[in-house]
């Protein structure tokens, strides 16, 4: 055993199952994500803008939920856990939910279509919360150390990464040759559905809880409340991230754009795993790159990149999809850095509101994590929905059958929109955030002195 691994609290198998819980995580919510939309638009015959709109709706009410739901989980136990039993329970349902939301009945009347939409959504979306908040507030009892915590941090991204990339390729071999129109739904759902759930179980058998297993402060929900309103630096931080509604939108249509604009839908997930492949470079350069530099300086780095490898796109034409493809997917690595380091800035703000509060509230920061995230998800869903009908998209015509002013205005965007976002996050980390690297190792140990040490350590 080398020396960095006896500094460590975690074994090699927990780190693994860890980073594989995001794995499936990430299998489901990229195949929701890119495809559930065209789904409903191109399958179920609904209208872009409805589907927006439903998305807005169910995903903004269940984002306002999220909070709650996190300060329930910091101030409870289940199966004996803070979190394991959360965790054990998702791994089997997520899945299911996530399957069962390409059943939508066809020929019922549009009222129970349209009901069966809305609950089946609604009921991912909570589960989902209920996988995510816990599988982020675990890390920080799963060690004490710094450095490792944001190894596993930064395996939560990889492992994102990796389900990412596992549900792009699988989508690459369902996609038929003939296009978007000749999709089979319930293999498309189905294989995803099932390889999520094979990733999210070894958790089951290899995580454990270590620390703050018992820090559940006796204090009311409103105090709680008020200590998450004067997290400040939290509260900017994961404002910042509401921008990703920009970056979501355009993969609402990516698939319009890869087959409509550039000849094959199956560039769209090509572009993805090429660019996964760039995000895993980095993921695993990460805990380096931020111990040299900082978090910040990274973030900002990365954003100048993306907006310059924006620019080569506007020149590129339809007839070089290898070209742009290439742009495309470095483009996305660059910008995806700002998923790589969310999970770091949150462990860092709980440093930071223990030492302004005196109370620790990991699930609940992490479930502002979350609700910023699905908010940014639910506007970035919709916007989708509402560009494509303002790009004149036409459900009741094949992708075919659109007309090239409709193509090429969703092209455009597809170029644009992740410039807004990675201009916002600069913008953002320059003059708004303030934490720094050597401010938060302060706060990790004035608040190690400050907790009781359990009996038997």
Not at 422 to 446: H, P, Q
Request: a negative charge.
């Amino acid at each position: 055993m080398s020396e960095n691994e006896r500094q460590m609290q975690t074994s090699g198998a927990e780190r693994f199952g860890y980073g594989s819980y995001f794995a499936g995580q990430n299998i489901s919510y990229s195949l929701i994500q890119g495809y559930l939309l065209v789904f409903y638009v191109n399958r179920v015959g609904l209208n872009p803008a409805l589907v927006a709109t439903i998305f807005l709706v169910v995903r903004i009410w269940d984002a306002v939920n999220d909070p709650l739901i996190g300060l329930i989980m910091d101030r409870t136990r289940f199966a004996n856990s803070r979190y394991k039993g959360w965790l054990n329970l998702t791994a089997f349902l997520m899945p299911l939910a996530t399957f069962i939301l390409f059943l939508t009945p066809l020929d019922a009347p549009f009222a129970v279509t349209l009901t069966y939409i809305v609950v089946t959504y609604l009921l991912w979306d909570v589960l989902y919360t209920m996988s995510e908040v816990p599988i982020f507030s675990v890390s920080t009892s799963m060690t004490t150390i710094e450095r490792e915590r944001t190894i596993l941090l930064t395996l939560t991204q990889i492992g994102s990464v990796l389900g990412v990339a596992l549900a792009q390729g699988m989508i690459t071999f369902l996609l038929p040759e003939e296009g978007v129109d000749s999709i089979n739904w319930v293999l498309f759902a189905g294989l995803p559905a099932l390889g999520a759930l094979v990733t999210m179980i070894p958790q089951i058998f290899t995580v454990q809880e270590r620390h703050h297993t018992d820090v559940v402060e006796d204090v009311s929900l409103g105090e709680m409340i008020q200590e998450v309103l004067r997290n400040d630096q939290h509260l900017k931080i994961m404002s910042l991230y509401l921008s990703q509604a920009f970056f979501n939108a355009v993969g609402v249509f990516a698939l319009f754009v890869a087959e409509g604009y550039y000849g094959d839908a199956r560039l769209a997930s090509i572009t993805s795993v090429f660019s996964l492949i760039g995000i895993l470079g980095l993921g695993i350069l990460t805990p380096a790159i931020v111990a040299r530099f900082g978090k910040k300086p990274y973030l900002e780095a990365s954003m100048i990149a993306t907006i310059v490898l924006s620019l080569p796109l506007f020149f590129i034409p339809g007839s070089s999809p290898l070209l742009a493809m290439i742009f495309f997917g470095t483009r996305t690595a660059t910008l995806v850095v700002t998923s790589l380091l969310r999970p770091m800035f949150t462990a860092d703000c709980i440093e930071y509101g223990e030492h302004k509060t005196g109370v620790r509230n990991d699930s609940t920061a992490f479930a502002i994590q979350t609700f910023f995230n699905k908010t940014g998800d639910a506007i970035g869903t919709a916007l989708g929905g509402y560009l494509l009908a303002f790009a004149g998209y036409n459900e009741a015509l094949t992708l075919a059958e659109q007309s090239a002013g409709t193509i090429n205005t969703l092209q455009l965007l597809f170029i644009v929109l992740p410039m807004l976002m990675a201009l916002v996050m600069w913008l953002g980390s320059r003059f708004l955030y303030n934490l720094d690297e050597k401010t938060v190792k302060g706060y990790i140990a004035e608040n190690a002195a400050r907790e009781p040490t359990p009996a038997g350590d």
